[in-house]
């Protein structure tokens, strides 16, 4: 199995969703781009100007979603890999992307989370006891769904590797192969 599910919604940050698709294709794995429907979904470009207390969002690419949640074989992943942006804060409601990533924690196949995917691990409650990173604004999800919140570029726990935003892109994915490895 070399497939690895990427979910994604409107408002999912454009480097945290592009960086894993195609360095995963790269290492020649398949990428199933998934979504609450098999449709086109905006993208966006997450920075914090100077002087800003938020993120500014901005318009980025478009990205199909090749497979609806509600279609998509767990038993048939290798792994997922979980984007930020805003995305996750209404992904976490979607039954079947729970239902898929809680099978893919009890398989204990990899998953990777940047930013706000937390937000999906955490609804999940597949977090509980573990070391997790993630953008600071997330960490009261962490904390609340019993993870162990800490500020480093990227953590690995079990087959959970989570970092804090695309800045830290490179060490995710990094761990994250190794993890896909074996």
Not at 40 to 62: I, M
Not at 137 to 162: A, H, M, P, W
Request: with cysteine; glycine share 8%; proline share 5%.
């Amino acid at each position: 199995m070399k497939t690895i599910l990427l979910p994604i919604g409107d408002a999912a940050e454009v480097l945290d969703t592009y960086y894993p698709l195609f360095r995963l294709r790269e290492e020649g794995y398949t990428v199933l781009v998934a979504g609450p429907e098999k449709r086109a979904y905006h993208l966006v470009l997450h920075e914090r100007p100077d002087g800003w207390d938020v993120t500014q969002e901005k318009p980025g690419y478009a990205l199909a979603a090749e497979i609806a949640f509600r279609d998509v074989d767990p038993g048939a992943l290798a792994g997922m890999v979980i984007t930020g942006g805003r995305a996750p804060e209404y992904l976490r409601y979607d039954p079947d992307l729970m239902r898929i990533t809680k099978a893919l924690f009890a398989a204990n196949k990899p998953v990777a989370s940047v930013c706000h995917g937390i937000e999906i691990v955490a609804a999940a409650d597949v977090i509980r006891g573990r070391e997790v990173t993630t953008v600071a604004k997330c960490q009261l999800d962490c904390e609340f769904s019993g993870g162990i919140y800490v500020n480093r570029e990227v953590v690995v726990s079990g087959n959970l590797v989570t970092c804090r935003t695309w800045h830290d892109n490179p060490a995710w994915m990094r761990e994250y192969l190794k993890l896909l490895r074996g």
